[in-house]
């Protein structure tokens, strides 16, 4: 077997004839199984070397998250008892109250509240595209949400967000732009930043590329105003923030990494991901050539996982050939 | 090592700041581990799983134990229930591409498996570096390109001027060589056995 169909397999451009090699390979010989599988260790291992902020931001996250989980753990002592006594007395004053306007709200006519739209990206793998009331262009990530008016009314156009978004707000000085999310508040006359929420909420992470940004407690107490190029990191417990300079990149390259299509011809698909990875597909197209479809896929996942996809989208076997 | 025995002390008695110092130590490079046999959610929840599990049994964890080895190898448990159960549910990969991964599961015991422990138990990263600055100059340049910016043969070959099949041999040789160096001290030892049972005779 031509050796190198160990790293054509690893970068996934190996054709279905290669793969086939490879596993006979694999199984002459436990010295090839272990050869191959070194080799597999020691290719993925290469994310681990070039640590960053985005791998330390990803401890910081991760350890918040354990920490919120093992606090559910913890017993009640005795010092607690007396607050939790009070506690459950609001709690039921709440509910009573909760009671008796709801009975009050069956006799009188209702009002038709605002309507509130939430737009949820529970996909896991593509970038959703928002167009708002005032045509602020939010970028809204994997499992993340916006929920915002349905018309902007009064002194100021407020939006909430759980997950993470790139917002290109539109400059309205009359009417300032304010993000809220549950550790904090973001406020903006037009300015482009992304803010990304951890999954509890706990913790907010405002990145700024241009314009300027003000942050503000949740009560409005305003905490810092951000320049670009800097990332102010807030958590919902503390009024500490970290203020850094960060190379913006980074953290919102994440729009870009995402290929969509729209409406398109197996051909076109088939042309840029060959053109994008530098691969010669094979494909019977004859029974599909005149479809249309939707197809997007993330750049960094690679060759095969593109193709995997338009594989699995289309119910046609799919190879690379050299 | 002083440092550590102490820190399982304190976990012992519930030290939640020495969990902390256990979690930043151990973290990424547990997490590096899961990454190789499952997706990154399936990853991250059974990293924390095993971390919370961790400081739920606190009390009964031996004062001797190496919390890195205790943590890759309940990584791996449970990485292996994941991958059986889900063994005929994803129908993106071609067959063959199943039976290949298959095959590597038990391979990636951390008990057993010398590169795992060299990459995750030991965190040779540095060394991993080291060796591949110690690649030949040209050899160096192709790999580095593939392997630290994800550039596609094509491209690489298009733009060093060199052809296709020499781009994959440079990149497969480099892995090979990669793995010689890590696996130095197997290496080594394989040597030195040789030597002796020459019976210290010049083996060259």
Known sequence: MDETIVYRYLSGTATEEEKLQLLDWLKTSPENKAAFFDLKAIWHAKHSISPDNRTSDQLKDSLSVINERIDRFVPINKKTVNHLWKRWAVAAAIILLGFISIS????????????????????????????????????LNTHSSLTCPSEFTGDQRLVELQGEAFFEVVKDTLHPFVVKTKAMMVKVVGTSFCITTSPDGAISKTTLQSGSVQLLRADGKKLVTLKPGQQAVCSEETDRIEVRHVNVDEYISWRFDLITMSGVKV???????????????????????????????????????????????????????? | ??????????????????????????????????????????????????????????????????????????VYNSALNILKKRKHANDYYSSCEKEIEEMGYDYYDPDSCDIIRRLYNEDLRADLQAAIESLPVRCREVFVLSYLQDMPSKEISRKLGI????????????????RDKLGGYKAGLTLLFLFLSNGGKNLF
Request: no cysteine; hydrophobic share 40%; charged share 25%.
């Open chain 1, 267 to 322: 051909f076109s698909i088939i042309e840029s991901i060959e053109s994008l990875y530098g691969v010669n597909i094979k494909m019977d197209t004859t029974a599909i050539k005149d479809n249309r479809y939707n197809f997007s896929f993330r750049k960094h996942k690679g060759a095969s996982d593109a193709l995997r996809r338009l594989s699995y989208m289309t119910g046609i076997p799919v190879d690379t050939i050299r």
């Open chain 1, 104 to 139: 009050i709200l069956y006799k009188v006519p209702k009002v038709t509240p605002d309507t509130d739209i939430v737009y949820v990206n529970q996909s896991p793998d593509s970038v959703r595209k928002v167009f708002l009331p005032d045509g602020t262009l939010v970028w």
């Open chain 2, 1 to 74: 090592m002083a440092n550590v025995v102490s820190l399982v002390e304190r976990l012992k008695r519930g030290d939640r700041a020495a969990f902390n110092e256990i979690y930043e130590l151990h973290y990424l490079s547990v997490r590096f581990y899961a990454d190789l046999m499952l997706d990154a959610d399936d990853a991250e929840d059974v990293v924390q799983d095993v971390f919370l599990n961790l400081w739920l049994h606190r009390e009964g964890l031996d004062d001797t134990l190496s919390i890195r080895g205790y943590l890759l190898r309940s």
């Open chain 2, 163 to 178: 052809s296709l099949s020499t781009v994959d041999n440079h990149i497969y040789s480099a892995l090979k060589q990669l």
